[in-house]
């Protein structure tokens, strides 16, 4: 077992183990992490404009956050950032789509698209993506779920005070 401290936060030690070519951090100690650290890997994606997705923004303002917020009908998804986006969610182009939308459906709805084309009709049309989402470095959640986000939230805090 080797501890390691690393400057960035203040003394934090790791207790690791290398075993077959991996790292596995095995405790924490002296977790004693800035939350501007936490909240620069925090962005939520917001429309203000939408009611869920000023709920949604609140909602992590409520825990002592301050995180990115980041406008995306100004500053839209591109592809590349998109799929990143979608793999942290762990889902589908089609999961994150607003299926009250009038775009949807009218012209939309009931054609098959692949993964790859729900991706250039979001990046197109970013008014037909979920809000808010909330980002995180490894993690992200739809915030228009209450109940998931506060999960999501608490995962985050519990990690940081462990």
Same mark, same amino acid.
């Given at each position: 077992m080797s501890f390691y401290k690393l400057n960035d936060y203040k003394d934090l030690e790791?207790?690791?183990?290398?075993?077959?070519?991996?790292?596995?951090?095995?405790?924490?100690?002296?977790?004693?992490?800035?939350?501007?650290?936490?909240?620069?890997m925090l962005r939520v994606y917001h429309n203000p404009r939408c009611r869920k997705s000023r709920a949604g923004l609140e909602q992590v303002k409520s825990t002592g956050l301050e995180p990115e917020v980041i406008e995306y009908l100004k500053t839209p998804f591109t592809p590349e950032s998109l799929r990143?986006?979608?793999?942290k969610l762990n889902l589908k182009?089609? =999961?994150i789509i607003r299926k009250q939308e009038t775009l949807y459906k009218?012209?939309?709805?009931?054609?098959?698209?692949? =993964?790859e084309e729900w991706i250039k009709i979001?990046?197109?049309n970013p008014q037909l993506i979920r809000r808010p989402i909330v980002e995180a470095e490894y993690k992200a959640v739809l915030g228009d779920e209450p109940d998931a986000l506060q999960?999501?939230?608490?995962?985050?805090s519990s990690a940081l005070n462990q």
């Open positions: 790791l207790s690791i183990k290398h075993n077959k070519g991996f790292w596995s951090i095995l405790q924490m100690k002296n977790c004693n992490f800035e939350s501007s650290k936490f909240e620069s990143k986006l979608l793999i182009p089609i =999961d009218k012209e939309l709805k009931g054609k098959n698209f692949t =993964d979001l990046c197109e999960e999501f939230l608490n995962r985050k």
